[in-house]
Each structure stands twice: as C-alpha cells, then as structure tokens.
C-alpha cells in the first residue's frame, strides 16, 4: 500500500517559524494514523533526493578531476629557451597534516554514524513515550550531532593550517597549475562540508525547540549520509592529489 | 482509504506574497519560470533585430542606442545567445510547463521539494538580473559569445565588454547552473516517488519521459559548467593558468603561461551538447503529445518514442567533439565523434517516423497547438537535415565557421524548440488560466512565425555555402560578399515581420487570460491526467483525493469504447488491459 497516496511535503528545514503545525494528511493503512505526517515516506523521498544530488558533485569533481590530468599533460611554451616545456611542479603536500585531517574526518564519520543511529533509535521510541503511563526515563544520550560538527569544523581548521604550511612552503594557488588545482580541490570539498555541517548544527540546534523528533531524524539521516560520502569523496581527492602528483 | 484523503502537506496559502511571489506550489512556480521567459525572449529578439538591422545598414544611428560599434555587435550577439539558450529555451520548456504539469501528469499533489522548487527559481531569476545588468555596467556586456571561449574570455584586458561584465556573466552562468541542479533533483525524485497508484513508469506520458530524461541530462552536465565557470573565475581575478597560454595583449606579456584554451572548450561542450538536447527534448515530448490528442490516434510506438529519448539523452553525452573539429584535434578522435554523432540520426528518425505514422490515418483536428506541433516536426526535419553534413569533420571545417552553422542550429534548437514552447502553450492555456485562446489569431499567429522563421533561417545555409562568415559585424565592404547582400536584406524584412507576429501571440495570450471563452475541463477531449481534474487545478491538483490510473495515456480510438478517448484514469474497460 505504500504507492497509494503519494504526498507532498516541505523538505524538513520548510516549515519552521510560523508554519511549524504538522501537515495533516490522513495515513493510508500502514502509516501511523489520520494527521500524522508519514515520516517513513518522507525519509525515503529525502534519502531518493540526496542520492539524486549526489550524481552532479560527483560530476563536478570528476570534471575537475580530468581537468587535472589534461592540465598535468601539456606541455608550456617558454619564451626564454624558444621551445616546449614541462612546467607541472608537484606540490610539496603537508602529508602528516593532511593524514591527521583524514583521520579527524574518519572520526567524524563515525560519530556521524553514531549520531544518525541514536536518533534512529529515539524516533522508534518516541510513539511508545506518547502512552500514558509509560516512561523510558530522561534519556538525552550522548551529543553525537554536537561533536560530529566539532571533528568538521577541526577538519577544516585543519585544512586551513594545511593551506597554511603550502603557503609557507611556497605554493600559493597561483604558483603552479599543480598548486593551483590542490587548492581549488581542497576548497571545493571544504565548502561542501561546511555546508553539511550546518545542516547538522540546525539539527542540533532545534531539537531545543520541540521540533518533532521524526522530522529532525530526517535531517540527521540524510545528512549523516552525505557526511560518510564527503569522507569518502576526501579520501579519493586526497589519494588523487598525492599519487597522481 | 488513502484516494479519499486529504493528501496536500502545505496547505493552500492565503496572502498575495506566499500565493503569487514566494509560493510553494509548482503551479504558480511554472507560471513564474513561464513568465520569466517570455520577458527574456522579448529581450532576446529585441537584440536579434538590433543585429539584423546592424547588418545591412552598418552606419544607421539608431534613436536612443545611436550607431552599433563593432564591439556592441559582439555584446548583443553574445547576451542575445546567454539569454535565448538558457533563460528561454531551457527555462520555458523544461523549468516552465515541466513544473506546472508533470506533478499533475503523473497524479501527485505538487514536486516532491516545493522549497527547493522556489529557491530554484529564484535563483534563476538573479541569475537573469545578474546578467542583464552586465549591460548597464562600465564596459558594457561581454563580446566573448554565449560559449565564452577563452583566452577571449579569461583576460580581463581582451576586449571593452571583458572586465566586470564577464564577470557577471559567468556568476550569471553559475547560478543558474546550480538553480538548475535544484530543478533536475526536484524533477527526478518525483517522477521516481511521487507517481500516482497505477501511474507506472510505461504509462507515463511521453511529456513526462522527455522531461525525466531532460532532467538527467541537467542532472550531469550543469555541474560540469559550473566548474568550468569557477576555473574561468579564478583565471580572470586570481591569476591561476588553467585556460591562458603565454599571450602577448597589446604588446604587454600577460602573466599567466601554459593553460590551454581548449580545456576550457572540452569542458564548455561537454556541457554545451547535453545542453542543446535539455531545450529540445521537452519540445519533443509537448509534440507527441499533442499529435496523438489531435489525430485522434495512439503515438506510434510508444516505447519506441521512450527508448529514442533514451538514446538522444545518451548520445548527447558522447558527442561534445563534434563542436571542436576546428581546434585541430586528432583525426582519430574526429572520427570517433563524427560516427557517434551520426548515430543520433537514428532515433531521431525513429522519433520522426513515428511522428508521421501517428498523424497517417487519424482524423487529424487542425487546431492551433496541432498546427505548432507539426511545425516542430517541420523544423525538426529542415533543421536536423544539416546535422550530419556538420558531423563530418571534411565539411564542418570549411563551414563551421559560416551562416552555415547559424542557420542550421537556429532551425533545429532556437526555432523548433520555440515551436514546441507555442504547441504547449496553446495546448496548455485553457488549463493554466481557465479560458481558451483565440483559434483565429493562433493560425494566423502560425502562418506568419512559420513562413517568417523560414525565411529568416533557410538563407543562411546558402549563404553559409557561399562563404558568409559568422560573428563578423560588417561585411557590406567586403567585395566578394557584397553579392550576398540582398538576401541579408530579405532575411532582415523577414525578422522584422517574424518579431511583429509575436505581438500578435502576445495580445492573444493576455486578452485571452481575461475576455477568451471559458475553458471546459477537458476541451480538447484529451486522456492524461491533467484534463481530469478542474480548470484551473486546485491548489493540490486533484481537490483532494488522488488519482488511480489504469490505462496508458494515448489510449484515443480503442475499439469498442463509448467515446473516442479512454482517460487514463477511467476504470471502465481497465480490465481489457
């Protein structure tokens, strides 16, 4: 019965301010009952979405990607000798930095993970908490969220000081195309971050505000994922970066 | 039972602001990319005339604009691309009638992100403020043409046109590649989530299929834009050399060395083709549908028309070359991209034999959207015919760079993707606004922008073959083309008589917004879903309970049914099926 009445719904930063009631719509027998949001639907068409999102930054990785390997290729005409030749010079990476940043990006993910699971966990429970009499005690848990988007935010301090130590090394984003595409590639990726990020903060952040727990879940568990996927995605850029210098 | 429930999550707003200006709903969402274009075409033809007029007489002061330096040629000919091409011919057909019909075509109450639908237009809209303005800055609207080739575009220094107003064209450029990452996203979820209870993917109308391979193709190439545009930034502000080689600019040495402008070229096309396919194929699917309503006739071949999309979507992807035999590539990869581009000459033909097998036999109502629609698959033909000459590179070299090329991609993308934005709206008008358009202006209307269209765009492949350069400002001088100037004369007549009639359709459109006759629900007695629900939808499409669907959507002339036109959503004779 799950295809019978498809139903549209804000995307769950929507409807806060003055339109946060619930939307009412009825259930359609295996959803929780008349004016209750179907959250499981909507989980699902968010986690569609993202994965449908996912295609095009990959797209504009990979494009940046070959625009790397076609740039390390060329060869560059020098006006001194009158002839061709090889102007790529690899960037002197900061690896121990960068292998600490990867490895606060892992911890990251892994909290990440922890966090989306918890919440998982607390909106499972949260109908049994409507019932009279019941009480599961006071459990707040762990702030996964809270040290998810600390560990991001200490990733990218960490590649600013990354940045830092090019910069002192003498690789400026200008100074070489090689330098140039670190950069640029590193920026990429930390604007994407930072952006989930403040996904994960606002979800953090209105759980203070009796947002409907079913609701913040959503955020948390699309946004975990792009998480675990921009972790990824590091790990390819920075393999990329380093063995195809 | 869920049909009977109330399904709409955002409730139906109350004041003027979140009804009309930030609305949620993908109606009026449609409606504002619909309006939205037809400001930016308007814009687009006003320039196109200023060049026409430009042609022939090279000298003219024109009053308030003055005389038309060969510099501003290159600015009108380089915003009047921008704007056709991305704010008309991708924003009307896919973003416009896409978002105001296909959640309704396929049964679902609105797009499954309406936020992320309102910020897509919007976004689009700054996208097309940002580049108006690059008009009315110091310098003036860029001159490096709507494909932005570099080195022309990544120096600062190349050009009056080239400093803050290139700038603005490639932020104009970037966002609206990212409102338009939102459109597909939004698109595609909810042609996968949202379709109604027997609503299944090969019952989809063939509107929607084009839309959902249209979206894909968006979904793939917009980000590779993007980051070409970030790369052409940062050449131009921050020194970096992915495009510009060693380059000397009035005798001063630049200091960049070793980029190479075709990067910019393989990245831009790689874009670039998708992109033409982004503009035609929404125009491809209005046509089938409206062939099939008008012959009273089921498509011929439906899955034949859906694997055709397919294949342009697919082949749209491996043919970016095609674009560069000029830039010296290697013989070898020519080939490759010759062949590959040939290739689409398949489906496409598929897509037009069955055009003509669907129109064979039926008992064809020549109403206006269907006179526009045969007028797409006129075009389609007259403009496509010039594609394989252009994929091979031994003729693409001595004609590239002539009306050759002008002519035929005006035909195939500009005018039959225009087309197919008319068949819609003639098509759709009784539905959006509730009242039928005049059938007398529309022919008339269709007489005149289809003789008009011909006669501007047929020349110039003559022309082209008798060595008429292109993206020249003047060439009235110049001896061995002096010949050709009557013809340009003509073409020029042609355009001004073309732009007139749209002043026609124009009053049309609104006198019928208000003062046409009411429109019944389904006036054209057509079967998909939109034309079961009232006129105009409520504000979730289908006042409250959801359609179930049990027939395909061309199901015109079955055998034994009471009318002519099963709906999809008539269960009568649903167990035949």
Not at chain 1, 37 to 54: K, S
Not at chain 2, 26 to 40: E, N, P, R, S
Not at chain 2, 228 to 253: E, K, W
Not at chain 2, 365 to 379: E, K
Request: net charge positive; with cysteine; aromatic share 14%.
């Amino acid at each position: 019965m799950a295809s019978l009445s498809p139903v549209a719904v804000s995307v769950p930063e929507a409807g806060h301010g003055g339109g946060s009631t619930p939307p009412r719509y009825g259930g359609d027998g295996g959803g929780p009952g008349d004016g209750y949001p179907d959250y499981g639907r909507r989980l699902r068409r968010a986690r569609l979405g993202l994965a449908v999102a996912l295609a095009p930054i990959l797209m504009f990785f990979v494009s940046l990607a070959s625009a790397y390997i076609v740039r390390q290729g060329l060869p560059t005409f020098d006006e001194k000798s009158n002839t061709y030749i090889r102007d790529w010079n690899p960037t002197d990476l900061p690896l121990a930095m960068l292998l600490a940043n990867t490895g606060l990006l892992a911890a990251s993910s892994l909290t990440a993970e922890l966090a989306r699971r918890q919440i998982t966990r607390q909106a499972a429970l949260a109908p049994v908490r409507s019932i009279p009499g019941v009480s599961l005690g006071n459990e707040t848990g762990f702030p996964w969220l809270y040290v998810t988007v600390l560990l991001g935010a200490g990733f990218l301090v960490g590649q600013w000081l990354a940045w830092q130590e090019m910069a002192n090394r003498g690789y400026y984003l200008a100074t070489n195309p090689s330098s140039s595409f670190v950069y640029l590639l590193t920026a990429a990726h930390g604007i994407h971050l930072a952006g989930g990020a403040v996904v994960l903060l606002y979800a953090a952040v209105v759980s203070l505000f009796h947002k409907p727990i079913e609701a913040r879940r959503i955020v948390v568990d699309v946004t975990a994922w792009y998480w675990h996927f921009l972790f990824l995605l590091w790990v390819g850029i920075f393999a990329f970066l380093w063995f195809l210098r | 039972m869920a049909t009977s429930a109330p399904v709409h999550a955002h409730a139906a707003p109350q004041g003027f602001i979140r009804k009309y200006v930030f609305s949620l709903d993908h109606k009026v969402i449609g409606l504002q990319y619909y309006f939205l274009a037809l400001v930016a075409v308007f814009v687009g033809m006003f320039l196109s005339l200023l060049m026409r007029i430009h042609m022939i007489w090279p000298t003219a002061a024109l009053p308030a604009i003055g005389e038309i330096k060969p510099e501003t040629y290159l600015s009108l000919l380089t915003m009047h691309g921008t704007i056709m091409v991305f704010f008309v011919l991708t924003t009307a057909p896919q973003s416009g009638f896409g978002n105001y019909f296909l959640p309704i075509q396929i049964g679902a109450p609105d797009m499954a992100f309406p936020v992320l639908n309102m910020l897509s237009f919007w976004t689009t809209l700054a996208a097309f403020v940002v580049l108006v303005s690059a008009f009315f800055v110091s310098g003036g609207a860029p001159l490096h043409g709507w494909t932005g080739y570099a080195p022309l575009s990544a120096l600062t220094n190349s050009g009056p046109g080239e400093q803050l107003g290139a700038d603005l064209w490639i932020t104009s450029i970037a966002l609206f590649s990212v409102a338009s990452l939102m459109g597909a996203l939004n698109f595609i979820t909810t042609i996968l989530d949202l379709r109604a209870r027997g609503m299944t993917m090969m019952r989809m109308p063939l509107t929607c299929w084009a839309w959902f391979v249209t979206a894909i193709l968006g979904l793939l190439a917009f980000g590779v834009l993007l980051s070409a545009g970030i790369l052409l930034l940062l050449d131009r502000n921050l020194g970096t050399s992915f495009y510009v080689p060693l380059v000397v600019v009035n005798g001063q040495v630049m200091g960049h060395r070793g980029g190479s402008p075709l990067l910019w070229q393989h990245l831009f096309w790689f874009f670039g083709h998708p992109e033409v396919y982004i503009a035609i194929l929404p125009g491809m699917g209005v046509t089938s549908q409206v062939l099939s309503t008008f012959s009273r006739k089921p498509i011929f071949g439906y899955k034949a028309m859906v694997y055709a999309i397919m294949a342009i979507g697919f082949l749209g992807f491996v043919v970016w070359g095609h674009h560069m035999f000029m830039s010296g590539m290697s013989p070898y990869s020519a080939f490759a991209f010759s062949i590959m581009t040939m290739l689409i000459g398949v489906p496409s033909a598929i897509k037009t034999f069955n055009w003509l097998g669907t129109i064979h036999g039926g008992r064809v109502r020549f109403q206006t959207p269907m006179l526009y629609a045969i007028g797409f698959v006129s075009l389609f033909v007259s403009g496509g015919l010039s594609g394989p000459f252009l994929a091979q590179p031994v003729l693409d070299i001595p004609l590239h760079d002539t009306y050759f090329v002008v002519g035929h991609f005006h035909l195939i993308m500009g005018v039959a993707a225009i087309f197919g934005i008319f068949a819609a709206t003639y098509y759709w008008f009784p539905k959006m606004f509730g009242r039928m358009m005049n059938e007398t202006w529309g022919r008339v209307h269709f007489v005149i922008t289809l003789i008009g269209t011909y006669a501007i765009f047929m020349p110039m492949h003559y022309l082209g073959m008798a060595g008429q350069t292109r993206r020249y400002s003047q060439f009235t001088e110049v001896q061995y083309m002096t010949g050709l100037i009557p013809l340009q004369t003509f073409m020029t007549y042609a355009a001004f008589i073309t732009i007139g009639a749209q002043l026609i359709f124009l009053f049309n459109f609104f006198w019928s917004m208000f003062k046409g006759p009411k429109a019944s629900d389904n006036p054209w007695e057509a079967t998909t879903l939109e034309w079961t629900t009232a006129t105009p939808p409520p504000h979730d499409n289908f006042g409250g309970h959801t359609p179930v669907v049990h027939h395909g959507p061309y199901e015109y002339s079955v055998p034994g049914a009471a009318k002519d036109y099963v709906m999809q959503t008539d269960p009568a004779g649903a167990a035949a099926h």
